[in-house]
């Protein structure tokens, strides 16, 4: 508490210093687009599918953030230059299930660069940039609560009214989210951080106003979010399929793999607590609401779903958010929110996590390494390990494994599809718990053809066969004729699959040299495969 007091003063005196583009100073914030350029396929080990070359904008940029047309899904990955040429790590973009990625904060910046899993139609990148209004963060007196937050025009709304008026429906839960941004901000830049979230969500997604009923920053300072007060059922954007039902409050930061500290953890309980209070709901156990179903909603419309009173976004929505990291202090959250004790501030171990290899057969084994420390280095030896796989959203445990004299562990994954894995350490008496980050550990189908011929004539079919592990639907035989000294496609032929084997055939045309393969696209489950290229003669 002390430090979100000192934090929200700091912010109360000092106001906002914020930089904005050349000859734009007046017009404070602004929002620009450009056409996103093409991609190539991305070469980094733990990365499998395009990346950009390095994007510089039109002008420096505050927020930025990715859309497209339809409302495919993608895995999303971001990273800005920095002063003196250093790239900031790479970070995780949500899939808001609209067409469009969820925006990061990057502070100030000019190039970026990102990588995707795939292509998508008609991509742009949105970009925010603040300005340089300078404007006085103040705590509310409208409503009693008992916490202090910046209000909407402490933070600049005036900058971002909604497009109407405000709907209202009814709070059974609270969904916990983060802004997936990063997380080197400082107290005077965490106003401007809800300012440009908010324009991006009203002028990229085409939302009607910022999509959070409530916002908190790392220090521990809350942020009104969507207009029509605090203690009204305002129906955000923030959960589709039960923004009516919940309330929303954002974490601003990245919780991918870093913990939320004490201070938010104590902020988010006593609004939540308040909040349930409010509507007249229990602290704690669960509730069964009606999903209103959407794209990037876990549960079709009219489904009936159980929810405990306090949620991560993920519970409902198909997405990562609120972050590994943060989901796990979940349970921790619901206990200060039921019985109101504020978080001890402990110090956590370190855990570092590797793979030998991040590209398997389907059937290999993937070993996996790592060290286990205390904050000051020094190793942890004695201690057991979580090895846990996330393949289906959510984390369970695969291997347990207890750590050397050295700290060292390492142990064998046979993964069946692609999933991300990461090492978890509980904690102790001592230590608070930690984990990894996480890596993306790729599979691919192993197809082998039974017998291929090498020889035929033209006109006569050639039969092909053969085996696919893990099992498929479709596969795609592919023929290829070689001409003036390099093979091109002539013939894609869908092949179905059954238990496993298929059966399919192509008949050449000419008198000529071709090979021909099989391949697996990529799925949700396995990346693209290939069969052996066998090569053939149509002979006269």
Not at 104 to 132: C, K, M, P, S, T
Not at 229 to 242: E, K, L, R, S, T
Request: hydrophobic content about 40%; charged content about 20%.
């Amino acid at each position: 508490m002390i430090v979100k007091l000192l934090a929200l003063a700091a912010a109360l005196v000092c106001g906002l210093v914020l930089i904005a583009p050349a000859g734009a100073a007046a017009r404070g914030p602004i929002d620009f687009e450009i056409a996103a350029p093409a991609t190539r396929p991305a070469a980094a080990a733990e990365f499998a599918g395009f990346v950009s070359s390095p994007v510089r904008a039109p002008r420096p940029f505050n927020l930025v953030g990715l859309r497209w047309r339809g409302t495919a899904f993608a895995d999303i990955e971001l990273r800005v230059l920095r002063r003196g040429g250093r790239w900031s790590r790479w970070a995780d973009l949500g899939a808001h299930g609209t067409g469009g990625s969820d925006p990061i904060w990057v502070g100030r910046a000019r190039v970026l660069q990102y990588r995707l899993d795939r292509r998508l139609r008609g991509l742009r990148l949105h970009f925010v940039n603040v300005g340089e209004r300078r404007r006085r963060a103040g705590a509310s007196a409208r409503v009693r609560t008992p916490f202090p937050y910046v209000t909407r025009a402490g933070w600049g709304a005036e900058a971002c009214p909604p497009r109407t008026s405000p709907s209202y429906g009814s709070v059974s839960a609270v969904t916990v989210h983060h802004t997936v941004s990063l997380n080197d901000y400082t107290p005077e830049e965490a106003p401007a951080i809800v300012l440009a979230v908010c324009r991006y969500h009203r002028n990229s997604n085409g939302w009607d106003d910022i999509g959070y009923n409530m916002l908190v920053d790392k220090y521990g300072v809350l942020y009104e979010g969507r207009a029509g007060g605090i203690d009204n059922a305002v129906i955000g954007a923030h959960a589709q399929g039960f923004n009516s039902v919940t309330a929303g409050i954002a974490n601003i930061g990245d919780h991918t793999s870093l913990p939320q500290t004490p201070e938010a953890l104590n902020s988010l309980a006593e609004y939540i607590r308040w909040k349930l209070t409010v509507h007249g709901q229990p602290l704690s156990g669960s509730v069964t609401v009606t999903s209103s179903g959407g794209p990037a909603s876990r549960y079709p419309t009219r489904a009936r779903v159980s929810l405990q009173r306090v949620i991560g976004h993920r519970d409902t929505g198909r997405t990562a958010c609120p972050g590994d990291a943060l989901y796990d202090q979940l349970d921790e959250l619901r206990t200060l929110v039921e019985t109101g004790t504020e978080f001890p501030t402990v110090p956590t171990a370190r855990v570092s996590a590797s793979l030998v290899d991040a590209r398997l057969d389907y059937g290999e084994v993937a070993p996996i390494g790592g060290t286990l420390t205390a904050p000051d280095g020094s190793p942890l030896a004695g201690e057991l390990v979580e090895v846990q796989v996330n393949d289906r959203g959510r984390w369970r445990t695969a291997k347990r494994v207890t750590t050397d004299s050295n700290g060292v562990f390492a142990t064998e994954l046979r993964p069946r599809r692609r999933a991300y894995v990461r090492v978890r350490f509980a904690g102790n008496a001592l230590l608070g718990g930690a984990s990894s980050a996480r890596l993306l550990l790729h599979v691919r189908p192993v197809l082998t053809l039974d017998r291929p011929l090498a020889s035929g004539r033209p006109g006569k079919r050639v039969p092909v066969s053969g085996l696919v592990a893990p099992r498929k639907g479709v596969l795609y035989l592919v023929l290829q004729q070689q001409i003036r000294g390099s093979y091109r496609r002539v013939g894609v032929r869908a092949v179905r699959a059954r238990a496993g084997r298929f059966a399919t055939f192509f008949t050449p045309a000419f008198h000529a040299r071709y090979r021909y393969f099989v391949v697996a696209s990529s799925d949700v489950d396995t990346d693209r495969a290939t069969s052996e290229a066998v090569p053939f003669r149509a002979l006269r």
